[in-house]
């Protein structure tokens, strides 16, 4: 529902489509001579995969890897010329409908690729495929074992244009199974010569030219995501998400607030009540506990915290201590944005920023920003 309009929405979502083509571009810069395609998977981490399509096409993106057909087909519209990749592969009987969109399978397991064969001998199609070889996700792919024995088969993979491989924890530099993973995809691209290799995800292109081959596959640090947690965040940001001050009460002391009483007031205190919840992405898990403190939202310039739970709709943000001009109905809470970055609200929610952005939901009012949109 792109057309909400601000003075309806509970929010506003800000997507800088001009910061993403940045961090292309740096991600690019540092993967090179390999090079960078982007993942647009989950309707682009939530960003919108049409118009991200669109604007790094524009800027010289030539390769596209989604997770579903479907959301191919919409990548495709956005990019006719681009080579688009299809991670999770060949759903039984989806052949034809991957070839008609001109979409290349990722194929990761034998019986998808005897269904592409016989697909591709049919019909004589003659568009790409990859190959996923498993080198210690235990996710998709092939085994190192049968991997070999298709390299020496007769009916090998016809048109295989890419052979890659996934990394478990690129993103904890000094894992040891990174090493290993970098060794044995090693092994895997000299079963296939001549065919380009990919291995390294967002994290992976900062663990050096070793992981780099041929085409490096970022997602999350296109959308601002840190590819390098515990250091600073080499990426642009992309997403500023602001809410609205639905209403200002006065809670007394002692009273508690919202759902299961979870937080007492101590002092006379002041609430905003906002107009986003869980349901457009803040999670629950935001929440604050007795063990832990919970997200923050910035009125006014300064950061105040969440109080009691967060509702489908609503979050409450204890604002007693802010000046009382700054805080009335209909002002903005930013609760991305403004120095809160979206790995911020995912380490108070205990989880990832991945999960973050591919939760936002679809009731904001979205405006892009930058590049021609
Ligand atoms: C999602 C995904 C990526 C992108 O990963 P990021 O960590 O978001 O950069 C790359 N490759 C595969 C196989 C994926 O599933």
């Not at 604007?55 to 010289?60: M, N, P, R, Y």
């Not at 409908?97 to 004589?124: C, K, M, N």
């Not at 790409?128 to 090998?156: C, K």
């Not at 199974?177 to 390294?200: H, K």
Request: with cysteine; glycine share 10%.
């Amino acid at each position: 529902m792109p057309g909400i309009d601000s003075a309806e929405a509970g929010g506003i979502l800000t997507i800088d489509l001009e910061a993403i083509v940045a961090n292309w571009r740096e991600l690019a810069r540092r993967a090179a001579p390999a090079a960078c395609a982007a993942v647009v998977k989950a309707d682009a981490y939530g960003c919108g995969a049409g118009s991200v399509t669109t604007i790094l096409a524009q800027a010289g993106c030539s390769t596209f890897f989604v997770a579903q057909l479907a959301e191919g087909r919409a990548v495709r519209s956005a990019a006719p010329g681009a080579a688009i990749y299809v991670l999770n592969g060949l759903a039984p009987g989806t052949a034809a409908a991957l070839a008609e969109a001109d979409l290349r399978p990722v194929l990761g397991s034998l019986p998808e690729i005897s269904e592409w064969q016989s697909f591709v001998g049919a019909t004589g199609w003659h568009g790409p495929a990859a190959l996923h070889v498993d080198t210690g996700m235990n996710r998709l792919g092939l085994s190192l074992e049968e991997a070999e024995s298709l390299s020496l088969s007769r009916d090998f993979i016809p048109h295989l244009s890419l052979v890659m491989s996934h990394f478990a924890c690129s993103e904890i530099p000094d894992h040891p199974l990174n090493a290993r993973q970098i060794v044995a995809f090693r092994r895997v691209r000299a079963l296939f010569p001549g065919v380009e290799g990919s291995l390294a995800n967002s994290s992976g292109i900062f663990l050096g030219p070793d992981a780099h081959h041929d085409l490096v596959r970022p997602g999350v640090a296109l959308y601002g995501g840190n590819p390098t947690p515990g250091h600073l965040n080499p990426m642009t940001a992309v997403v500023d998400l602001r809410g609205r001050i639905v209403q200002v009460r006065h809670v007394a002391e002692g009273a508690t607030v919202g759902y299961g009483a979870t937080w007492i007031a101590r002092r006379p205190s002041r609430v905003a009540i906002v107009s986003i919840g869980y349901a457009d992405g803040i999670l629950r898990s935001a929440s604050p506990r007795s063990e832990k403190a919970g997200a923050q939202a910035i009125i006014a310039d300064r950061p105040y915290p969440f109080v009691g739970t967060v509702s489908m709709d609503l979050i409450a943000i204890d604002v007693t201590d802010a000046p009382d001009d700054a805080v009335r109905r209909g002002a903005r809470a930013t609760l991305i944005g403004d120095g809160i970055s979206v790995d911020d609200l995912a380490a108070h929610a205990g989880t990832v920023s991945y999960e973050i952005l591919t939760s936002l939901g679809r009731r904001y009012q979205r405006v892009y920003r930058g590049a021609g949109t």
